[in-house]
């Protein structure tokens, strides 16, 4: 059984049809002739919007996965938790980019590396269906717990990741809360000159889910963790100190910031104010941050929703990295190179139907390293009701990029510009951001 666990599902450049044909169908042929194809209700189907990992964890989900899909809503709710292991819930994903013309020309980008933005969307897919698996209690007579994606804590890129070359995803859960879970993501592509697993290691992601009762709403306990290896318990103990850590900056840190950041905010403002009022005598390298602004909208369609009727949270993540990247693009005038998500919140979901404005921005730049300049882009999500004349935030994220070296190099003695803020609501967002940044790697040491 552990071997199976461990296996890693082979993805292939192509998506399944909800009704193909069996080899089971053979058996029951169709009185006019042929066989009779195998329907899944469109009631289990997420809609068409696939990427092929989407497709692979279909094709190869387990029996918890069909219950999930179709939910027996007046069974009684799990009872008695159970205790797994990291390595219960450890699921791995095979891209046979070297093999696979047709799958590599689906993730290629521009500049000959796999297209970040599909490979959120599959991070995203992969997420789930391990915190899935950890809170199957392989009980047909009870009602599933509804998981839904809280936020994506932090995801680095740690070297580019080529599509020429064989791509591996694995993760499992590290740490379990009340109702929360925290899952650890690693993508790795090793060389012929790379055998070590830890230089292989291209990207990592953590991701955090809460459980909600299928039927109430309300939220619900999840099964026990607990690590068996060092490492594990590692993993665990440095998860239990971010879920502190981010207790103590909901219930304290806004007002340390207001009562101690009088003078960065004056400090902050003092060249805005110069852009606004006096333009002409204002530093020529720096520009405002509402003139880096961008935004796109669109309507959400049933192709996109996911396995509870929504939209995709790996969706929305592609579309903000999309944005985020022309931002980054726009502001620089050379081609960025991303390098992580800083953060992603999932604060209320995004149906079918819905009217989404995705609204861009620099937040700040830091350009202490003249041949890596950081560009801190926000992305914030808005589901708008014109009828209703409402809007709210459903999602924010934010990113940081630089720019590519070959591009920098056709530029000499071009600097990327400081953003400052015109107002004081956007001096407090921004240093409430690099206060974000500053203060995890202070207070943890993250080690991935």
């Known amino acids: 059984m552990a071997s199976n666990l461990s296996a890693p599902i082979p993805v292939v450049g192509t998506v399944a049809n909800p009704f193909e044909t069996e080899e089971s169908d053979a058996q029951n042929p169709n009185p006019e002739g042929g066989a009779i194809p195998s329907r899944k209700p469109l009631s289990l189907w997420p809609?068409?919007?696939?990427?092929?990992?989407?497709?692979?964890?279909?094709?190869?989900?387990?029996?918890?996965?069909?219950?999930?899909?179709?939910?027996?809503?007046?069974?009684?709710?799990?009872?008695?938790?159970?205790?797994?292991?990291?390595?219960?819930?450890?699921?791995?994903?095979?891209?046979?980019?070297?093999?696979?013309?047709?799958?590599?020309?689906?993730?290629?980008?521009?500049w000959n590396e796999v297209r970040i933005g599909k490979l959120l969307e599959d991070l995203d897919a992969l997420a789930g269906t391990i915190s899935v698996k950890h809170c199957s209690d392989d009980d047909t007579t009870t009602r599933p717990l509804l998981l839904v994606t809280a936020s994506v804590d932090k995801m680095v890129l740690k070297k580019p990741i080529c599509v020429n070359l064989d791509?591996?995803?694995?993760?499992?859960?590290?740490?379990?809360?009340?109702?929360?879970?925290?899952?650890?993501?690693?993508?790795?592509?090793?060389?012929?000159?790379?055998s070590d697993t830890s230089d292989s290691v291209a990207l990592t992601a953590n991701f955090i889910f809460v459980a909600r009762d299928y039927k109430t709403g309300k939220a619900a306990q999840v099964n026990r963790l607990s690590p068996e290896t060092e490492q594990e318990k590692l993993l665990f103990q440095e998860a239990e100190a971010r879920n502190n850590l981010r207790k103590r900056k909901r219930g304290g840190e806004r007002r340390d910031f207001e009562n101690g950041g009088v003078n960065r905010l004056e400090a902050l403002l003092a060249e805005g104010r110069i852009l606004c009022d006096m333009p002409a005598l204002a530093d020529r390298e720096s520009i405002l941050l509402r003139d880096t602004r961008l935004e796109n909208s669109l309507i959400c369609q049933p192709q996109q929703r996911n396995i509870h009727g929504r939209i995709f949270g790996g969706f929305l993540m592609h579309r903000a990295f999309e944005l985020a990247f022309s931002t980054a693009y726009a502001f620089a005038g050379m081609?960025?190179?991303?390098?992580?998500?800083?953060?992603?919140?999932?604060?209320?979901?995004?149906?079918?139907?819905?009217?989404?404005?995705?609204?861009?921005?620099?937040?700040?730049?830091?350009?202490?390293?003249?041949?890596?300049?950081?560009?801190?882009?926000?992305?914030?999500?808005?589901?708008?009701?014109?009828?209703l004349r409402s809007s709210e935030v459903s999602n924010t994220f934010y990113f940081t990029f630089t720019v590519r070296p070959e591009a920098k190099a056709t530029k000499n003695g071009f600097r990327v510009r400081n953003v400052v803020p015109a107002t004081e609501e956007e001096a407090r967002l921004i240093l409430e951001r690099m206060d974000a940044e500053s203060l995890l790697p202070d207070e943890i040491e993250t080690g991935k």
């Open 167 to 194: 791509l591996h995803l694995s993760g499992a859960v590290i740490w379990v809360g009340h109702s929360s879970i925290e899952v650890q993501l690693d993508v790795t592509q090793s060389t012929k000159e790379i």
């Open 47 to 110: 809609g068409m919007y696939h990427s092929p990992v989407t497709a692979a964890l279909w094709e190869t989900r387990s029996r918890i996965f069909e219950t999930l899909l179709d939910p027996p809503l007046n069974a009684p709710p799990q009872t008695q938790l159970l205790t797994k292991t990291p390595s219960q819930s450890r699921t791995s994903v095979l891209y046979n980019f070297s093999t696979d013309n047709i799958l590599r020309e689906q993730y290629r980008d521009p």
């Open 335 to 387: 081609v960025p190179c991303f390098l992580e998500v800083d953060h992603v919140d999932f604060l209320r979901p995004v149906d079918v139907g819905d009217f989404l404005r995705f609204k861009s921005c620099v937040l700040f730049t830091q350009l202490e390293n003249p041949d890596q300049p950081l560009i801190n882009i926000e992305v914030v999500a808005h589901v708008t009701r014109p009828e």
